[in-house]
């Protein structure tokens, strides 16, 4: 992998975090699924989000549907979470492609709004 034993032994406990091209790659070596390998069990657990394209309808009858994101935060392979953020967008496969873009980016949900205002810029309004 091009680490030393000491870096991995980091990693294996908990006491560094490798960058995600790293993951991508042991996931490839150790033959699991990434999202497996990004959300496996250790002492304490890890955090990983899992991010899913969502239709919401509004019940106001001038507002059509709308496509949103809904936030699982996982520790292990538990939901202690869960967000929606509503009406980014009526273009469903641009949504589901941001979904994608979060989830193997393990986007940080702090980072969001950010991402969100350069991914869907027409649905910030100006203050």
């Known amino acids: 992998m091009g680490i030393s034993t000491r870096t991995l032994q980091k990693y294996e406990r908990g006491k560094a975090r490798p960058r995600f091209d790293m993951v991508v790659r042991m996931a490839e070596i150790y033959g699991c ?16 989000y899992r991010y899913a394209a969502v239709r919401v309808r509004s019940f106001r ?56 205002r350069a991914a869907f810029p027409d649905t910030v309004k100006a203050p």
């Not at 699924?33 to 069990?41: H, N, V």
């Not at 994101?69 to 869960?82: D, N, P, S």
């Open 33 to 48: 699924d990434l999202y497996a390998f990004l959300c496996s069990r250790r002492a304490g657990g890890m955090t990983g």
């Open 61 to 116: 009858p001038d507002c059509s549907c709308a496509y949103g994101i809904l936030v699982r935060k996982l520790e292990g392979e538990r939901t202690v979470a869960l967000t929606v953020i509503p009406g980014l967008s009526p273009d469903k496969e641009a949504v589901r492609h941001f979904a994608e873009r979060c989830g193997r980016e393990q986007m940080d949900p702090a980072r969001l709004p950010e991402a969100i």
